[in-house]
């Protein structure tokens, strides 16, 4: 089973018919399957299951991941479990390339949604020509500067700091590119990796508050015993500078991007 229709035509008319809905689930998780399916069927999305990358079943090395540049810049021992996340969400992207669609709705299985999630999702889409990405869940809770309101209760975003998690987000196929050709092979886990579309002049947003939460099960699949991948003193001396780099370079190209955006205002 992969494409499932949804039955519940609720709110589907307000969605362009140029979106795809991609739910990533490992086959050894079928409970987060029926769940997610069961809430993405309420909501009326039609959606394509996309068979997760199972990082047990991994076998390094790989052409899709470089463990010098991993180690240089995380400063840590690879994590199948972390591998197989990425190449996942890579997989989404390249189905969205792949396809006549323009733009792409990739969900984890772990999620819970606001009761007007397709009503939010509908505002996004119908400024859809503002935007490279939109993430629409985040597990960060640092602050989010507005820049234009979607709903009475939501608006667009930006952040200056660097956020974490990957559970809900848009794409278009400009993303999906830079996805598919920049990202690979991975040399950062996917959602530090995909919160750099500043270097490739992206324009990247939140909904805040976002009307995702990734909270559905507290256990993950993916940060299994992350102590056993840590480096500690061993780390390589390259991971503070890169980190502080990326950090100024991410705080001055949102800012002015944030300035740009209050100035139209």
Known sequence: MNFI???NPLHAHRLPANLSTFLINLDRA???RTRMAFLLNRLGLDFERVSAVDGAKLRLPSMSFDERGYSLRHGRRPNPY???CFLSHVDCARRLLA???EYALILEDDLNFDPNF???LA???ANRDKWDIVRLSTVNVGKKYRVQRLTHQHSLAISLTREKGSGAYLINRRAAEWITRRLVPMRLPYDLAFDLEFLQGLRAFFVDPPPVRQDADP???IQVKTSDYKLGWRRPPTVIPYRAAIEITRFVTRAARLLRRRLMI
């Open 219 to 221: 256990r993950s699949q």
């Open 99 to 101: 396809s006549r669609g």
């Open 82 to 84: 972390e591998i197989g």
């Open 123 to 125: 505002e996004v889409l």
């Open 118 to 120: 397709v009503t939010v």
């Open 30 to 32: 079928p409970e987060r």
């Open 5 to 7: 229709p949804a039955h």
